[in-house]
């Protein structure tokens, strides 16, 4: 090691922080009004920043009182039940909040406070968690488990140069992420718009969806596809042998590309005949936990031999050659008709929709030469979105091995 760097400390994490425990609210401090408090829960805790959407609300009257547990901007808070893994940085733009029981907050007491969140949070402490919280029903750690694990701990001034260039790479990773957040919203508002309007067009007709181009057709998905439903095997017939598309292929993605599909099942000869998969395939997720999540769309371009798909998904094969290939993953995405598609579900347990009910659903459809340039308008905006995941990939696996590097000592960082 060079001589110019100080000798890094082994110390306790309770030597250089507190772990401040959340507050246990009642039932009668909480409102279902419109508040401006909102409680900060462990199912608000999303990989580094804060999720409010749906936090319970503190009543005005209370909040005087809890002044201990008012988090600010800048503070590290952390599951500790549960998912241990959970943690959050406190940002100005989530507005005043409070801490919940079994949330943990660190406050630093002899240290650089964005330095002692990332050694929290880095593999080697985030591992001695698990240990000390493992052969529970459910994981649980307690401040003074956090306090008592030893850490190797540099200078203060290093502390900050560290925390410093960690920081600057979660600002890279942040900005890019928000583009890829306004390019999705992009893709979103493009492809509703272009898929009941249309490029251009000047004369306009009515029909049972209302003024469309004159020049498009109304019809039912039944006249489009021939519908069926997915294999059923036993657990273990799982894990190897032909490819299968399962629900999550459909879920994230208009497109299924046969490289990314990861899932195998053992098939017969039979199976391989009876739920196999073409080329222009188009697939509906059937069943899951809420409407929503029903009747996303997916088509397959270039399907590996003897591809079969999952129980969980419908397959429509295209019956007429009225759908361009690669924009059918698209189209049964758009708004008006995943309305339609959430009106054919029942639930009982599980929302679930089938192929008769998905067959009266009605589209608009464009010509074939105006799907195309559909297509290519929405690919363009999806490319620059896969260049910024990864992108984003890129970053964070960079931190990952700073992280490493810096947080054990293997690489020393100059102060001058």
């Not at 608000?44 to 503190?58: E, I, M, P």
């Not at 979105?385 to 690489?411: A, E, F, H, P, R």
Request: proline share 2%; glycine share 6%; hydrophobic share 35%.
């Amino acid at each position: 090691m060079n001589n110019k760097f100080k000798k890094m400390e082994k110390k306790k994490f309770g030597d250089i922080l507190k772990v401040i425990n959340g507050y246990a609210f009642k039932d009668s401090d909480l409102t279902k009004l419109n508040s401006k408090f909102p409680i900060v829960r462990m199912n608000n805790l999303k990989s580094g920043h804060l999720d409010l959407t749906n936090a319970l609300c503190l009543k005005t009257e209370i909040v005087n009182d809890l002044k201990k547990f008012k988090l600010q901007s800048g503070d590290f808070i952390f599951g500790m039940s549960g998912s241990l893994s959970n943690y959050a940085w406190v940002r100005e733009i989530d507005g005043v909040c409070y801490q919940n029981q079994r949330v943990g907050r660190l406050k630093s007491t002899n240290s650089d406070q964005k330095f002692i969140s990332y050694l929290f949070i880095s593999d080697q402490v985030q591992s001695e968690i698990l240990s000390y919280a493992a052969g529970a029903a459910q994981l649980n750690i307690s401040s003074k488990q956090i306090e008592e694990l030893v850490v190797l701990i540099p200078p203060i001034e290093e502390q900050k140069k560290i925390a410093s260039i960690l920081t600057s790479i979660d600002d890279v990773i942040e900005k890019n992420q928000s583009q890829i957040n306004k390019l999705q919203d992009l893709r979103t508002s493009v492809m509703n718009d272009l898929l009941t309007k249309g490029i251009g067009h000047k004369e306009f007709k009515d029909s049972e969806l209302g003024r469309i181009p004159k020049d498009w057709e109304v019809t039912k998905l039944s006249k489009l596809f021939e519908f069926k439903n997915g294999l059923n095997k036993e657990k273990d017939a799982f894990g190897d042998g032909n490819p299968i598309v399962n629900y999550m292929d459909v879920f994230l993605n208009p497109i299924i590309y046969s490289d990314k599909i990861y899932g195998k099942v053992s098939l017969s000869d039979k199976e391989v005949e009876r739920f196999n998969v073409i080329a222009g395939d188009v697939f509906f997720t059937r069943t899951s936990e809420t409407v929503e999540e029903i009747g996303m769309s997916s088509v397959i371009l270039q399907p590996e031999n003897k591809t079969t798909f999952s129980g969980f998904i419908l397959r429509g094969r295209p019956i007429t050659n009225s759908l361009y290939q690669n924009l059918s993953g698209y189209i049964f995405r758009s708004n008006y008709i995943r309305e339609q598609i959430k009106r054919t579900c029942s639930y009982t347990t599980r929302a679930l929709t089938n192929g008769s009910l998905l067959g009266e659903v009605i589209i608009m459809l464009p010509t074939l030469n105006e799907q195309k340039l559909i297509f290519e308008i929405l690919d363009n905006i999806d490319n620059l979105i896969l260049k910024k995941n990864n992108l984003v990939k890129k970053y964070i696996s960079l931190k990952k091995s700073l992280m490493q590097d810096l947080l054990t000592g293997k690489v020393r960082v100059s102060v001058n």
